[in-house]
């Protein structure tokens, strides 16, 4: 069960993702959750840093996707002004959502990975779905009230997996001791 919520890489933040890293692993498509892993919760315009973030993907030929549980029309307006492509009611932590931006953008599960701030939802997503998965700390501390239930639970299940998996720490890049 452990090995269904443990992430790949944990990075301190997703403007910390360097585009060029993810080019060398093979990375083609971004997905990432909405609310406070790419913009504040509440906060639906982003800001300049995530801009540049957005900026230096473009560069590198790679695709970001927003994977979201919200509805359609909540992701719509929070992505409109950044002009992202997304999969709303992607009801993560199950796959679906995943398997459905891997079609649409014709990717291997070599060539995505997920970007979350959660591990009871985008992290355990990601290996339902046999991708690598990217744990950031989320951008603003407080959540919304249905994400602090997960939130409460979190932290039991990440003190078992830093128990297990002592190499794996909040660090500025994709550096995965566990696959050296």
């Given at each position: 069960?452990?090995?269904r919520?443990t992430?790949?890489?944990?990075?301190?933040?997703?403007?910390?993702i360097n585009?060029?890293?993810?080019?060398?692993?093979?990375?083609?498509v971004?997905?990432?959750?909405?609310?406070?892993?790419?913009?504040?919760?509440?906060?639906?315009?982003?800001?300049e840093?995530?801009?540049?973030?957005?900026?230096?993907?473009?560069?590198?030929?790679?695709?970001l996707?927003?994977?979201?549980?919200?509805?359609?029309?909540?992701?719509?307006k929070?992505?409109?002004?950044?002009q992202l492509p997304?999969?709303?009611r992607?009801?993560k932590p199950?796959?679906?959502?995943i398997?459905?931006?891997?079609?649409?953008?014709?990717?291997t599960?070599?060539e995505?990975?997920?970007?979350?701030d959660?591990?009871?939802?985008?992290?355990?997503?990601?290996?339902?779905?046999g991708?690598?998965?990217?744990?950031?700390?989320?951008?603003?501390?407080?959540?919304?009230?249905?994400?602090?239930?997960?939130?409460?639970?979190?932290?039991?299940?990440?003190?078992?997996?830093r128990?297990?998996?002592p190499?794996?720490?909040?660090?500025?890049?994709?550096?995965?001791?566990?696959?050296?």
């Open positions: 069960m452990l090995a919520l992430p790949t890489w944990m990075i301190n933040a997703t403007y910390d585009p060029k890293e993810l080019k060398r692993l093979g990375i083609k971004v997905l990432t959750d909405l609310d406070n892993t790419l913009i504040a919760w509440n906060n639906p315009y982003g800001t840093e995530l801009r540049e973030w957005m900026t230096s993907l473009e560069r590198e030929n790679i695709q996707v927003v994977v979201s549980n919200n509805s359609h029309r909540r992701v719509k929070a992505v409109a002004s950044l997304f999969i709303s992607a009801l199950f796959s679906g959502g398997r459905r931006a891997m079609r649409q953008y014709h990717v599960k070599e995505v990975v997920m970007v979350g959660q591990l009871l939802t985008d992290v355990a997503a990601a290996n339902f779905s991708i690598p998965s990217i744990l950031v700390k989320p951008i603003i501390e407080s959540d919304a009230w249905n994400t602090k239930i997960n939130r409460f639970f979190e932290r039991f299940v990440m003190h078992a997996i128990k297990k998996h190499e794996l720490k909040f660090r500025k890049d994709l550096i995965n001791e566990r696959n050296k």
